[in-house]
């Protein structure tokens, strides 16, 4: 029988600060991998601060716009989780008429302009008493000969109800990138096996996010504490991936391994998808202790907010589950 994944917090802190021992290189039985996944997936420490800079779509309901690179920096402390990024150099908007695929009316004002929304700024902090996300996004409204005749600022607070794992789907995607997090999705290990190069591949069953159940294939490299490579979901009844993980390199510190880069891919459509590139930079084997001080008081800026608006899902616990983009 099936149960709910509950994904605690603690189980994001990884072996990144761990000392742990590099893994023993004989093969494990299902069970005893399991297990030994789970330990470095859950063990936590002292915690860490790692700064990375990424890459995904300005606006996901307008790809043709193109990627925006945002830089941050991930921390974890325990049960507390904060993610603070800022986009960097955004690209110039181009004009669209009306008509053209994926351009809809919300997209356009009454003269024709096109209306143009992106994040330049994101804050997330998740604790046992506390789980929101502060964003600014700019709104640039455009003439049809390529004039940008405003530009807005509209800041948003959206709270969550403590154990709801929507939004922690960035912190899940920077870890998954940095080749870790992916065991605490994982209820059991149907199969394993090792291909020439050493490499463990692994077809389990589990979860992502707390209701989508189905199969688990991963690529993990066992000389490195079994360092995520590749990992498909593919949900129950689907024959094609709900997600897709690799990742490249070696960033090695102290007896921290994590990848250099990753990236991880939600096919939207056939001919669609929603693709994080991700660039792992300085890496603290502590939490960025006055970072996290700074969000518990309250996320976003200490000036006053007058355009801040406020999205309280805390009162709808039955609403259906989305991506956190």
């Given at each position: 029988?099936?149960?709910?994944?509950?994904i605690?917090?603690a189980?994001?802190?990884?072996?990144?600060?761990?000392?742990?021992?590099?893994?023993?290189?004989?093969?494990?039985?299902?069970?005893?991998?399991?297990?030994?996944?789970?330990?470095?997936?859950?063990r936590?420490?002292?915690?860490?601060?790692?700064?990375?800079?990424?890459?995904?779509?300005?606006?996901?309901?307008?790809?043709?716009?193109?990627?925006?690179?945002?830089?941050g920096?991930?921390?974890?402390?325990?049960?507390?989780a904060?993610?603070?990024?800022d986009?960097?150099?955004?690209?110039?908007?181009?004009?669209?008429?009306?008509?053209?695929?994926?351009?809809?009316?919300?997209?356009?004002?009454?003269?024709?302009?096109?209306?143009?929304?992106?994040?330049?700024?994101?804050?997330?902090?998740?604790?046992?008493?506390m789980?929101?996300?502060?964003?600014?996004?700019?709104?640039?409204?455009?003439?049809?000969?390529?004039?940008?005749?405003?530009?807005?600022?509209?800041?948003?607070?959206?709270?969550?109800?403590?154990?709801d794992?929507?939004?922690?789907?960035?912190?899940?995607?920077?870890?998954?990138?940095?080749?870790?997090?992916?065991?605490?999705?994982?209820?059991?290990?149907?199969?394993?096996?090792?291909?020439?190069?050493?490499?463990?591949?692994?077809?389990?069953?589990?979860?992502?996010?707390?209701?989508?159940?189905?199969?688990w294939?991963?690529?993990l490299?066992?000389?490195?504490?079994?360092?995520?490579?590749s990992?498909?979901?593919?949900?129950?009844?689907?024959?094609?991936?709900?997600?897709?993980?690799?990742?490249?390199?070696?960033?090695q510190?102290?007896?921290?391994?994590?990848?250099?880069?990753?990236?991880?891919?939600?096919?939207?459509?056939?001919?669609?998808?929603?693709?994080t590139?991700?660039?792992?930079?300085?890496?603290?084997?502590?939490?960025?202790?006055?970072?996290?001080?700074?969000?518990?008081?309250?996320?976003?800026?200490?000036?006053?907010?007058?355009?801040?608006?406020?999205?309280?899902?805390?009162?709808?616990?039955?609403r259906?589950?989305?991506?956190?983009?």
């Open positions: 029988m099936r149960t709910m994944c509950i605690p917090v189980a994001f802190v990884l072996a990144l600060t761990l000392g742990v021992a590099p893994l023993a290189a004989e093969d494990l039985s299902n069970e005893a991998l399991l297990k030994q996944l789970q330990t470095i997936d859950t936590a420490v002292e915690g860490f601060a790692l700064q990375f800079e990424f890459d995904s779509p300005a606006n996901v309901f307008l790809p043709d716009q193109g990627d925006t690179t945002k830089r920096v991930l921390t974890i402390a325990g049960n507390t904060a993610l603070v990024y986009i960097v150099d955004p690209p110039a908007v181009s004009f669209r008429p009306p008509g053209t695929k994926d351009y809809g009316s919300v997209d356009f004002d009454d003269q024709g302009n096109l209306i143009f929304w992106r994040r330049t700024h994101r804050e997330t902090l998740v604790t046992p008493a789980n929101e996300t502060y964003d600014e996004n700019e709104m640039l409204r455009i003439a049809p000969n390529g004039e940008i005749l405003e530009r807005g600022t509209h800041a948003s607070n959206s709270v969550y109800r403590p154990d794992k929507q939004n922690l789907g960035e912190i899940e995607r920077l870890l998954w990138a940095a080749g870790h997090g992916y065991a605490s999705q994982l209820q059991r290990i149907d199969a394993q096996r090792r291909d020439e190069a050493n490499q463990l591949h692994v077809t389990a069953y589990g979860c992502y996010g707390p209701k989508h159940f189905g199969t294939e991963l690529v490299d066992p000389q490195r504490d079994y360092l995520l490579r990992a498909h979901f593919t949900m129950d009844g689907q024959r094609t991936p709900t997600m897709l993980v690799t990742s490249t390199g070696v960033k510190i102290g007896d921290a391994v994590i990848a250099a880069e990753g990236t991880v891919t939600f096919p939207l459509s056939s001919t669609r998808s929603h693709v590139s991700v660039r792992f930079g300085e890496y603290q084997p502590r939490p960025a202790t006055k970072l996290l001080e700074r969000l518990q008081k309250g996320l976003g800026p200490d000036v006053s907010k007058p355009n801040l608006d406020v999205f309280d899902y805390r009162k709808d616990p039955a259906p589950e989305q991506l956190n983009l």
